[in-house]
Each structure stands twice: as C-alpha cells, then as structure tokens.
C-alpha cells in the first residue's frame, strides 16, 4: 500500500502560486497520483492526475520528481474561490485487490 | 443532467434501525464506490464493484452491504445503525481505461450526510 502524507493546513494570499506536496514513499510501479479538491458540503472533484515528470492542465501543474516518492500540486495565482481541502491519491490497477489510499488532505485558506 | 446522484441528502435516524442510502451514476462506467468521511474530513474507502462483483472490502462492519441491482446503481444498506455510524456517506464512479497503465478519474456524487441518535 502507498500512504500519502500531506501537511493539515496551508494558508495563502490571493494571487500567489500555492505549492501542495505530498509524500508516498512506497509508490508502486504501477501507481498514478491523482489530486482532487473538495469545497464544503460537496464531493471531491478531479483536479489533475500524473504518472512521472510534470503534467499541466487548466487548473494546475503536477510536478513529480524522477523517484515518485512524492508529488506537488502548483495552483497558479489563487482566488478566494481555491479555499478548499485538497486530497492526494495514489491508485493502482485493479485488477486484483489494490486498495485506494487516500492522503489525510491539505487545508487550503486564500486570505484576501 | 447529474452524473453521480445520491439519495437522500440527509438521514437522520435512531440507533439500531436499517437504513439505505441510493447512487446512481448515468456516465456508463464500470466501476462504481462508496466512500465514509468522518468528522475529521478523513475520506475513506468503503466498497467498490466492478460489473457487479466486489473487488475492494476495507475493514467495515459487516452491517454495511453493498448491493448493485445493475452497473448504473450501487446501494448501500445498513443495519443496526450505530452513533458512530454518523458521518457523510460518498457515492463515485469510474470507467477503467483501455489504454496500458492508464488510471480512471473518479466522478463523486454530492454525498449523503447521516446522523445517527
């Protein structure tokens, strides 16, 4: 099993660039990494998901160094519409019994 | 227009009754899951099926049964609810990839808040 770490809480001014690592030291060969985010009182919603190196979409940069025993979610210039807790997940095949391993989640406030 | 859909919104009910909590999912994936997040905001796997068949079981009380009467639904029944058994129930959904090593983004249903007194 890969368990994710990730700080509690961060908090941020609006227009920064808001940097969230996580740590999965027994990432597997087979695992991806995934970021979703959840407002209060909603579901958790995709945000980005990566296997090695860096992907960007039009939310947010994934970077993951070449070891991918972690992984650090970059969101570009953050509104107050970013506060929300952020969730790190390595999944793997399923075929087979893999479990999915959710991180504790990251806390974002923008202050304004 | 909903994809991942959950029924009812709120429970609240007495210890020691049986309640269901319904999702449906009209996105056509294989893989449907139901998540318990507690109070901390810890978001934990409860179940998953895949076309039907139970693929992942964490440690849960064998009170909880999932039950999938086809690939766009999967229920969750509980009996003998418990105080601890308050928390707010996630419904999510998948399609496996066809392409090697490539991983599903899971779809999650607005959630299903209970409480149990």
């Known amino acids: 099993l890969a368990k994710t770490t990730q700080p509690i809480s961060m908090d941020s001014y609006e227009g920064q660039e808001v940097n969230i690592t996580c740590s999965h030291n027994n990432i597997a060969t087979n695992d991806y990494i995934t970021w979703y985010q959840q407002f209060p009182s909603q579901g958790p919603r995709f945000i980005i998901q990566g296997y090695k190196t860096k992907v960007t979409n039009e939310v947010a940069s994934l970077f993951i160094p070449a070891d991918r025993k972690s992984s650090t979610l970059s969101l570009p210039r953050v509104s107050l519409s970013d506060t929300a807790v952020y969730y790190c997940?390595?999944?793997?095949?399923?075929?087979?019994?893999?479990?999915?391993?959710f991180g504790t989640g990251t806390r974002l406030t923008i202050i304004p | 227009d909903t994809a991942v859909s959950q029924t009812p919104k709120y429970l609240v009910t007495q210890m020691g009754n049986d309640k269901s909590i319904k999702c449906e999912q009209n996105?056509?994936?294989?893989?449907m899951y139901w998540y318990k997040q507690d109070s901390k905001k810890f978001l934990k796997i409860m179940f998953s099926?895949?076309?039907?068949?139970?693929?992942i079981n964490e440690t849960v009380p064998n009170r909880f049964s999932p039950k999938s009467p086809d690939k766009a639904h999967l229920n969750l029944h509980i009996n003998s609810l418990e105080l601890g058994d308050s928390a707010v129930y996630f419904c999510?959904?998948?399609?496996?990839?066809?392409?090697?090593?490539?991983?599903?983004?899971?779809?999650f249903g607005p959630g299903t808040r209970l409480l149990v007194l």
């Open positions: 997940l390595v999944v793997s095949s399923f075929f087979g019994n893999e479990k999915l391993t």
């Open positions: 999510a959904s998948s399609q496996e990839g066809e392409a090697v090593n490539y991983q599903e983004t899971q779809y």
């Open positions: 996105l056509g994936h294989d893989t």
């Open positions: 099926y895949n076309n039907k068949e139970l693929i």
